[in-house]
């Protein structure tokens, strides 16, 4: 059994809106920035469909404090995220949102990045890798937070 979630009502409504609006667009989405059947859209629509049942489970799993610090248990879209570079013991701060969103207030990174498509749906404490066009780089997850 998942455990509890404890957020804000606002955090949850917020979360609960993305859900069914992402759910709503999920083909759109992935019509857009895969427009071929290839191996590359197969691999993100299995990421956009596994993203969309742990925040399905998440949300039944809900309590609400207005003293909550909108912890979650998972990177989600439009969460906050700080990350260790694990062989550097550098630390980033990364807001995950789809392409099309805009967002000045921090830094930013889309799903369709190899970052972005690495840190979806992963687990605070979780070390990942990342492959991309400079090479190989492992991250931790530190803290995972809800807007």
């Known amino acids: 059994m998942q455990e509890k979630v404890i957020i804000t009502k606002s955090a949850y ?3 609960l809106a993305h859900l069914v609006d992402f759910e709503e667009r999920k083909n759109n989405i992935i019509n857009s920035y895969f427009p071929e059947y290839n191996k590359q859209r197969d691999e993100f629509e299995e990421l956009i ?8 489970s998440a949300v ?20 906050l995220v700080e990350i260790e570079d694990v062989e550097e013991n ?3 701060n990364y807001m995950l949102i789809e392409p099309e969103a ?10 369709l990045s ?20 400079s090479g190989i780089y492992r991250y931790r997850v530190r803290s995972i937070k809800l807007q």
């Open 102 to 111: 805009v967002n000045t207030e921090h830094d930013c990174i889309t799903i």
């Open 13 to 15: 409504e917020n979360l």
């Open 60 to 79: 039944k799993n809900v309590s609400f404090s207005e003293v909550s610090e909108n912890e979650f248990p998972f990177v989600c879209l439009n969460s």
């Open 114 to 133: 190899p970052m972005g498509k690495a840190l979806l749906c992963k687990k605070k404490g979780e070390v990942f890798a990342v492959n991309a066009p």
């Open 49 to 56: 469909n596994n993203y969309i049942s742990n925040l399905d």
């Open 90 to 92: 550098e630390i980033f």
